[in-house]
């Protein structure tokens, strides 16, 4: 299917945003009970809070408060300091996140406008200056709840291989990539495929590109 300059540059300036918002309204309806049923499972196996809060950068790196459920404990060894997130990730943590399910709550952030449906994962504030001036241009178009590099692989490929996607997809984004990219998401979704790191349940934390 070929799509035009003039519309891509239609859906980018626009009709992103109108997508945004007319699947995440008609979304909401379905998975309110399931969001419901999250919630009282985290309540019950973790504890308070439910939410899991933490500002992130998003569209030309500023700041706002991603949403998602809480899928760690609050472990801690003999000194009282946290164990790293690999040790606090309990069975009910790893069995959300496989499902995504503990990325519900940012349909909140997509509503707001702080996020898109399709677009660079939102990562850490303290990453943004260890990246390169091409890594940085992720931050070009607003984050996503998927992304080009979530269908490409999710935590199984490299830091570098999914800034490299998400430059790509600022570089070519569409209303057929993004429709693509979310038919992807549910497909892996279905497979939990690539929600681990090789050789861990998490994936380990960018340190910057040598």
Known sequence: MIVSGHATSLYRKRGKRLLDLALTIAAVPVVAPLMVAVAVLVRIRLGSPVLFIQRRPGLHDGPFDLLKFRTLSE?????????????????????????????LPSLWNVLRGDMSLVGPRPLLMEYLPLYSAEQARRHEVLPGSTGWAQVSGRNAISWEEKFRLDVEYVDRFS??????????????????????????????RFTGSR
């Open 75 to 103: 472990a801690r060894n003999a000194e009282g300091q946290m164990l790293p997130d690999g040790d606090r990730l309990t069975a009910v943590g790893r069995m959300i996140r496989s499902a995504s399910l503990d990325e």
């Open 175 to 204: 209303l057929v990539m993004d429709l693509r990219i979310l038919a992807l998401t549910a497909a892996a979704v279905v497979t939990a495929r690539g929600v681990s790191a090789e050789g861990g349940a998490t994936m380990p």
